[in-house]
């Protein structure tokens, strides 16, 4: 655990988080991690999913607690600097512009919305019932390839995520091909634990497209999606040994440049 990064974590900025970045950076020290990139979810356009993410004018506290924290920890624990950005069609130019404010060390890109529906929001989880899950796998996987080719972000967050409350693709392909994409590109995929976490009880990406994204060169970027400083290094042995029996290779990212 002492050269492994938990990459994916969030603040209460959010509005869905709990705990200081400071009790989230001692956590993973604690934790015998080498260091921490935080990646609250970014500000997004003010129609668009507002309960669940910072305010645009909340960007610069969420940078100034970040740097404290770099500042409190250094020579003890490696504190980065990143975003969960979120792609959603037509606000591609806000994500740019915001993207542009600061010098990021690393930039998820995830999908959390189907056209209006918050799909991994449990208080719209009834609406699996009156979806086709292939169509609905088919949209999902258009909308993340559209992400890759956009080349705002570093990485592919939680490739899977549709299956959070036990809805599994009931065909891979569409995700397979997005795999094809994201290698051609050169991007890298979030390894999410926070699957252990769900009702799909199984992480991000699951174990046959771990096998393809590593057959493809694809790296993996170990995320702990934590909430609360006890969340944080989630697993992360069970990540690593996933990874490795899959052939895969773990990276970090730093000045939005993949290291190993």
Not at 70 to 90: K, S, T
Not at 161 to 170: D, E, V
Request: charged share 25%; proline share 7%; net charge negative.
């Amino acid at each position: 655990m002492t050269a492994l990064l938990d990459s994916h974590l969030h603040t209460p900025l959010c509005g869905h988080a709990t705990g200081t970045p400071r009790e989230y950076a001692q956590a993973a020290l604690d934790a015998g991690l080498a260091g921490l990139c935080f990646t609250d979810h970014m500000p997004m356009p003010e129609w668009y999913d507002a309960p669940w993410r910072m305010r645009r004018d909340q960007l610069a506290r969420y940078v100034e607690e970040v740097r404290a924290v770099q500042q409190e920890f250094a020579g003890r624990l490696d504190v980065r600097l990143g975003l969960e950005a979120d792609f959603h069609p037509g606000t591609e130019r806000y994500v740019e512009e915001v993207l542009g404010e600061y010098p990021w060390d690393y930039v998820i890109g995830s999908v959390h919305y189907l056209g209006a529906w918050g799909f991994d929001n449990p208080e719209f989880v009834d609406e699996y019932e009156w979806r086709d899950l292939g169509q609905l796998y088919r949209h999902y996987a258009a909308l993340v390839e559209g992400a890759a080719r956009s080349g705002l972000f570093d990485a592919i967050g939680h490739l899977d995520l549709p299956k959070k409350f036990g809805h599994r693709a009931p065909d891979p392909s569409a995700l397979r091909r997005v795999l094809d994409v994201v290698a051609g590109l050169g991007l890298a995929l979030d390894f999410n634990t926070a699957g252990w976490r769900k009702p799909v009880a199984e992480a991000y990406p699951a174990p046959n497209l771990v096998r393809a994204a590593a057959e493809r060169g694809i790296p993996f970027v170990l995320g702990s999606d934590a909430h609360a400083p006890g969340e944080v290094g989630y697993r992360f042995g069970d990540a690593l040994g996933a990874i490795r029996e899959a052939g895969g290779r773990v990276v970090t990212y730093r000045g939005r440049q993949p290291t190993p």
